[in-house]
């Protein structure tokens, strides 16, 4: 388990070093984000702690070993997103970062005895489409070059804080500044439109503002081709793939890269929190302080209503001038900030923002891989291709997501979930005792507060687990009766447990109305807020959710530049 472990009397002087000195910077929150920010402001010098509430730092990109010998990806669970700069800049690979490629990368079964496996391969994405659709064979390349150029277009705003207008007081130079950088950022993106032209220009609208199931039907015939894609259009929201703009969230989630390959989703030698631990290293070797069991209560106010430090939740007292938040807006502003010093309008768009969630992740320990009844070799008890990559569960067609999708809207968990299996002990052999495996499963659709029950009822929690181990079964036989032990983790559980408010893994809803210079708010997303010397640096902020890193880089970037001028 990624854990910081100390005596009692590292912690009592770890504690006396970080209230006996005036921070340069504090960072609320010890997620990927919070690290990454953390580690470029030590970088330039400045005197950084983290406080993280938990006991463990990486926020949702951890690992525990909630069952012995089982290390589990509690939350996140696979890696693209990381921003290749990220990686780079902070000598993350040096660091200890290993990435595993996936290949196969998809797979999902189909009931009557078929099967599409999808991967890096354009042989094999031929061949394997081909069973089901000549012409959709032929159109997939196509469909994968147009994602990708999208990429690329999308690639310099991601690692760039939006073109904001200044808020509240500044000086001339400040001024002349920002509007120099606004007319650069517009530049640059009129020039980036004008080289993809006007037919792909078009097209890239098309997709953001369209439902994925359009953008789908438009390419493709094959139903289990148009599903295991949509998957990544409604994957971590409360949307169906017939909800405008779901399109944009089937890009998001293929716009990440391992190891320069695009779109390509890796397992993490040692779990998800192996990207925490790696990060972490690059900042203290920086000089971060890394506190954890530390949790914040509220932030404190001095002078002209700028922060100057934080109170934690023992009363101990630390100072800075300036504080980067890695919690949800919502967390940040409702519950860290005095009452009183923010105006209603803004409150009200923050208490307003979708914060919904309908996702559950269950993580297993069995003694068997799961022997899927459409592969021949059915038996074979070492890993074969259909489980190295995501095994796609009950999403045969869109329509199969749909009636899911529908049931939540019922206030009901689905019938029949959609579910996104990954065993990441077929390709890490650090995180299982020899011969049994770790299995995560990414279940949709599970509200916040069903109607027929409550996830604090074990009876109910159970019920629903084991419909969806029954769903395997249907697949994979005998899937119930390998299972050693599970940790499930509800909406509710999330916001308990990782701070993720409504459950929401993006820290807020990556809708159209929620991205870019609209996240977290309109007239708020260059990672500064109306509290002067207060900053967020996580999700919630531009460019939104996923272990990208960009947030914590991109804010990191903002607090130096705002100390120059």
């Known amino acids: 388990m990624w854990r910081r472990q100390s005596s009692a009397g590292s912690r009592s002087d770890a504690v006396r070093a970080l209230k006996d000195r005036k921070w340069d910077a504090l960072v609320i929150g010890g997620g990927h984000n919070g690290l990454v920010a953390a580690a470029y402001l030590a970088r330039s010098g400045l005197s950084v702690a983290v406080l993280e509430r938990r006991h463990i730092i990486g926020g949702a990109a951890v690992t525990e070993e909630l069952i012995p010998g089982f290390k589990f990806s509690r939350c996140s669970y696979l890696q693209s997103l990381l921003r290749p700069t990220v990686i780079k800049e902070l000598e993350l690979e040096r660091h200890g970062l290993k990435l595993l490629k996936r290949n196969p990368s998809s797979f999902t079964p189909c009931i009557d005895g078929r099967y599409l496996l999808l991967g890096p391969s354009k042989d094999l994405n031929h061949s394997e489409i081909s069973k089901f659709s000549k012409q959709d064979a032929d159109a997939f390349p196509r469909y994968e070059s147009q994602l990708e150029s999208f990429c690329k277009f999308l690639d310099p705003v991601l690692d760039s804080p939006p073109p904001e207008s200044l808020e509240g007081p500044s000086s001339f130079k400040a001024r002349i500044k920002t509007g120099l950088n606004k007319s650069l950022f517009w530049a640059h993106c009129l020039r980036r439109a004008a080289s993809l032209g006007q037919k792909d220009m078009v097209d890239f609208m098309d997709l953001l503002l369209s439902p994925a199931s359009k953008v789908l039907n438009n390419w493709f015939k094959t139903e289990v081709l148009k599903a295991t894609l949509a998957t990544d259009a409604v994957i971590g929201t409360t949307a169906s793939v017939h909800t ?83 919690a949800t807006p919502h967390r940040t502003f409702l519950e860290l900030v005095p009452e009183g010093l923010l105006a209603d309008d803004f409150l009200a768009a923050i208490k307003n923002s979708d914060y919904n969630s309908a996702t559950t ?152 109305d929620s991205l870019f210079l609209m996240r977290p708010v309109k007239g708020w997303s260059s990672y500064r807020t109306p509290i002067r010397g207060l900053y967020l640096c996580g999700s919630g902020a531009h460019p939104g959710g996923g272990v990208m890193g960009a947030p914590g880089r991109n804010a990191a970037h903002v607090v130096l530049q705002d100390i120059k001028t």
């Not at 489980?387 to 997501?401: A, D, K, R, V, Y």
């Not at 395997?472 to 701070?499: C, K, N, Q, V, W």
């Open 361 to 512: 992740k269950i993580n297993l320990a069995v003694d068997t891989l799961p022997h899927f009844k459409c592969c021949k070799d059915n038996t074979h008890l070492d890993a074969g291709p259909q489980h190295f990559g995501t095994i796609h569960i009950g999403s045969e067609s869109m329509e199969e997501i749909q009636s899911a999708y529908q049931d939540t809207l019922n206030g009901l968990p689905s019938q029949r979930p959609i579910i996104e299996m990954t065993i990441p002990s077929t390709l890490d052999r650090t995180i299982s005792p020899p011969g049994k495996h770790v299995i995560n499963l990414f279940i949709q659709y599970t509200p916040y507060e069903p109607t027929d029950g409550s996830w604090k009822d074990p009876a109910y929690r159970e019920l629903f687990a084991k419909r969806c181990f029954s769903l395997i079964d249907e697949y994979a036989p005998g899937f119930s009766s390998s299972i050693i032990g599970y940790d499930m983790l509800t909406p509710p559980d999330l916001e308990r447990e990782f701070g993720l408010t409504g459950g929401n893994i993006f820290h807020g809803a990556m809708g159209l």
């Open 244 to 326: 405008p703009g779901s399109g944009y969230v089937l890009l998001h989630h293929v716009m990440g890269e391992t190891y320069g390959d695009r779109g390509i989703w890796s397992y993490v030698e040692g779990g998800m929190g192996a990207v925490s631990l790696a990060i972490s290293n690059a900042a203290r070797e920086a000089g971060v302080h890394i506190m954890t069991s530390t949790e914040v209560s509220e932030l404190t106010i001095g002078d002209f209503d700028a922060v100057n430090g934080v109170l934690l939740a023992d009363g101990t007292q630390v100072h800075s001038s300036i504080v980067l938040s890695n």
